[in-house]
């Protein structure tokens, strides 16, 4: 079959990977695609919110599956697109998508159902929000709302920040729109954890657990990133926690947007804080987690394609979703100056050292080619360097070594990634 894939990061080269693995994919196209994942699919200089040419694309093409993963085309309704076009697509309806592009709605919803989350109120006046500092407790979470690439969370450690952040957030509006309304949450304490599953609409089937490093700095300090690291599974997420989530947090998101008149299909990403009163949600995205993905499919026996085929067809029930009993690690290599200011263009090395080793992968995030062939950087988050092992710790040894052999000048990683793996022994 041929399958086209939209989207051009770390977590796209995963799914790319996954995606030539499976005995059903005989073509692969991807727009745009990065200079990685150009070595095993077609790239396409096609916008991922070029619904239009998408479309066309893949009618001229005769794709057979279009894949999804990114969230601003998710959001704005590219799935929606594809379906009115005849095409069959695996990613998540506009109005579904609304659980991760609107953080005001996703709190509403636990809210609704039951669903265990932080206390929240929802402001879209900064006023308001100033004079709601005043009665608050420290530190406290301010969230923008919309989309605003996993940057869009400040954690204020007094009203001072926070005043500041409300600034930021509503009047400065560093994240455009999405800072149009905000949500402010009680700040959480414990361990976070990356749960990923697929779903049908009705069903959903748990992928292996896994644990992100969004700060950039080591000991997790510094402003939020997009993410610098992760590793998988999580000690953390014991069969205690398992057994919870399944009670009062899995069933009851998908049973919850099926009640609303918005069933759920694609890939559900839950960020769970283990707290000291169970485990609550943090966050809803409607698509793969990056870094995650480039950690958790790695490790993915079952054949991707038949996965998604059956959260098209509702058929989700039927599969037997099988990992691998390993473990991974990713660590993120950025642009010197990430989140903020950064340099493009610096020609990366090394890269070569990944052909044919194995239980190594190097995935693109943010590269491309210049005129003379090099590839070079483009981007925050430049390469997610993943080491698969029989532990954790030989995954963390093994992904760090590997990240040793890549250079471009300005390069910046975590060296603490993986580092809560000493306190689950």
């Known amino acids: 079959m041929k399958v086209l894939l939209v989207g051009g990061g770390g977590r796209e080269h995963a799914i790319a ?9 005989d073509k692969l196209y991807c727009a745009p695609g990065n200079a990685g994942i150009a070595r095993i ?30 969230d601003d085309p998710l959001c704005a309704g ?4 594809f379906e009115a076009a005849g095409l069959r697509v695996f990613g998540t309806r506009k109005n579904a998508a609304i659980i991760e592009g609107s953080k005001a709605f996703s709190k509403d919803l636990m809210k609704k159902y039951g669903i265990p989350t932080a206390a929240y109120e929802i402001f879209d006046d900064a006023e308001k929000a100033l004079a709601y500092l005043e009665t608050s407790k420290y530190p406290i979470v301010l969230k923008a709302s919309g989309l605003a690439l996993g940057k869009g969370v400040l954690i204020c450690e007094d009203r001072e920040q926070a005043r500041a952040g409300i600034a930021e957030l509503m009047v400065d509006k560093k994240f455009g729109t999405a800072g149009d309304q905000i949500v402010i949450e009680e700040f959480m304490t414990g361990r976070e954890v990356s749960a990923l599953a697929f779903v049908d609409g009705k069903h959903y ?46 069933q009851k998101t998908v049973d ?12 559900l990403y839950f960020g769970l804080m283990l707290t000291q009163d169970g485990p609550k949600v943090l966050e809803y995205n409607t698509r793969f987690g990056d870094p995650e993905t480039q950690v958790v499919l790695p490790r993915m026996k079952t054949d991707i394609v038949d996965v998604m085929d059956a959260c098209i067809d509702g058929t989700l029930d039927q599969i037997d979703l099988e990992f691998y009993d390993n473990a991974a690690v990713c660590v993120v290599l950025a642009s010197g100056g990430y989140p903020q200011s950064y340099e493009k263009g610096k020609v990366i090395t090394g890269l070569d050292k990944f052909d044919g080793a194995d239980g190594f992968y190097c995935f693109h995030a943010g590269t491309k080619f210049d005129d003379n062939g090099n590839v070079v950087t483009s981007g925050g988050r430049v390469l997610g360097v993943t080491a698969v092992g029989p532990t954790l710790k030989e995954a963390r040894a093994a992904a760090y070594e590997a990240a040793g052999w890549i250079h471009f000048d300005g390069q910046y990683m975590r060296h603490d990634i993986g580092k809560a793996i000493d306190a689950a022994e």
């Not at 990977?17 to 994919?25: E, I, Q």
């Open 17 to 25: 990977t996954a995606l030539v693995r499976s005995s059903r994919v």
């Open 78 to 81: 590219i799935a929606d697109a």
């Open 41 to 70: 699919a077609e790239c396409v200089p096609i916008g991922v919110m070029e619904f239009e040419k998408l479309t066309a694309f893949a009618r001229e093409k005769a794709i057979d599956l279009t894949v999804i993963s990114m």
């Open 256 to 267: 919850a947007m099926a009640a609303e008149g918005r069933p759920f299909t694609g890939v």
């Open 205 to 250: 089937k748990l992928m292996t657990s896994s644990q992100d490093h969004k700060r950039i700095g080591d000991g997790d300090t510094g402003l939020n990133t997009g993410g610098m690291g992760t590793f998988s599974p999580s000690p953390f997420y014991t069969e205690e926690v398992h057994r919870f989530c399944e009670e009062h947090i899995y």
